[in-house]
Nanobody, 126 residues
Framework: QVQLVESGGGLVQAGGSLRLSCAASGATLSTYTVAWFRQAPEKEHEFVAGFFRSGGNTAYADSAKGRFTISRDNAKNTVSLQMNSLNVADTGVYFC???????????????????WGRGTQVTVSS
């Protein structure tokens, strides 16, 4: 059974940084497509960044480019999201998601991912 657990969320002032981590059990993340999504209140899940299998191919939402960096530690079986220059619009619950067989055109679609963590809250104050 695949389990994903996010950590690292919290309250931070605008301009600050946070580092989120996604730890997996029951799966080797290097063989999965892994992505971070976020959900603001009353909004849909929004793709933030993704790491696509072991090839090192990454993708970012336009809002995350230049500020966020996704990385993978295969030895620890974790995927992290370093978030810098945070702003109020980054507030939300951040979820780690993993899937196999995710095709390129679907990688930003939440429905392409079979496994999800419970999320970690990120709140950015002005």
């Amino acid at each position: 059974q695949v389990q994903l657990v996010e950590s690292g969320g919290g309250l931070v002032q605008a301009g600050g940084s946070l580092r989120l981590s996604c730890a997996a059990s029951g799966a080797t993340l290097s063989t999965y497509t892994v992505a971070w999504f976020r959900q603001a209140p009353e909004k849909e899940h929004e793709f933030v960044a993704g790491f696509f299998r072991s090839g090192g191919n990454t993708a970012y939402a336009d809002s995350a480019k230049g500020r966020f960096t996704i990385s993978r530690d295969n030895a620890k079986n974790t995927v992290s999201l370093q978030m810098n220059s945070l702003n109020v619009a980054d507030t939300g619950v951040y979820f780690c998601a993993a899937g196999q067989g995710v095709i390129l055109s679907s990688r930003r679609n939440p429905s392409a991912y079979a496994h999800w963590g419970r999320g970690t809250q990120v709140t950015v104050s002005s």
